[in-house]
């Protein structure tokens, strides 16, 4: 079903990102290539490493930092933008769906993002319950969706706070599920 896609994988800085690892072996098993971007924030929570090795494919982390041994040198936040099929941010944060929904590009994520805003994008936020009941991600979520931009989750359950509250990221096999109807919508 994704064999021939190239899959961009945006890992934010939300503690769910260790389920962004299994997403991305999910994506590599089902025959995607898979390129994973994670921000200053994820790589707090989650080893870049974790991602390559699952991948196969280095990880970039930073607008500035000189490529891995090895490394595409040509591949920047413009042809990551024009190689991705489509766009996975998982999990993503309060903070990344407000650059999104803004222009704003401050970090390799979010001006590859920008980057992308006529291509399938899939956002799964997840979060506190009330951040994510705040007026302006409820915004900000309405704005993408405007763009054409497609969500799924949070769901409902067991929050790293410890409430039994709506924020949880989607679960990685769901994800999986609904990147697999988007690449039958673009095939
Ligand atoms: C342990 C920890 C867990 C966090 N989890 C979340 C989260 O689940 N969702 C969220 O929106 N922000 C979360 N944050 C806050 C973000 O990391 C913070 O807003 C950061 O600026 C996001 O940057 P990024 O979007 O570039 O990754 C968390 C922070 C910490 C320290």
């Not at 080893?47 to 595409?72: C, D, Q």
């Not at 409820?138 to 993408?144: A, D, G, I």
Request: glycine share 8%; charged share 20%; hydrophobic share 45%.
């Amino acid at each position: 079903m994704l064999s021939d896609l190239n899959i961009l994988l945006g890992v934010t800085g939300g503690i769910a990102a260790y389920k962004a690892v299994d997403l991305a072996s999910k994506l590599t098993s089902a025959g995607a290539k898979v390129n994973c971007i994670l921000t200053h924030s994820a790589t707090k929570l989650i080893r870049p490493k974790s991602f390559a090795a699952i991948t196969s494919h280095p990880v970039l982390t930073g607008m500035w930092e000189k490529p891995s041994a090895g490394y595409n040198a040509e591949i920047s936040h413009i042809s990551m933008a024009q190689n991705a099929d489509i766009i996975v941010i998982a999990p993503a944060t309060a903070d990344i769906i407000g650059k999104a929904a803004n222009g704003i590009c401050d970090d390799l994520l979010s001006t590859t993002l920008c980057g992308c805003w006529n291509k399938p994008v899939l956002i799964a936020p997840a979060m506190n319950n009330n951040m994510w009941e705040n007026p302006a991600v409820q915004k900000n979520l309405e704005t993408l969706k405007g763009f054409g931009f497609h969500t799924i989750g949070p769901e409902t359950g067991r929050l790293a706070c410890g409430a039994e509250a709506i924020g949880r990221m989607a679960e990685p096999a769901d994800i999986l599920k609904k990147i697999e109807q988007i690449a039958k919508e673009i095939k």
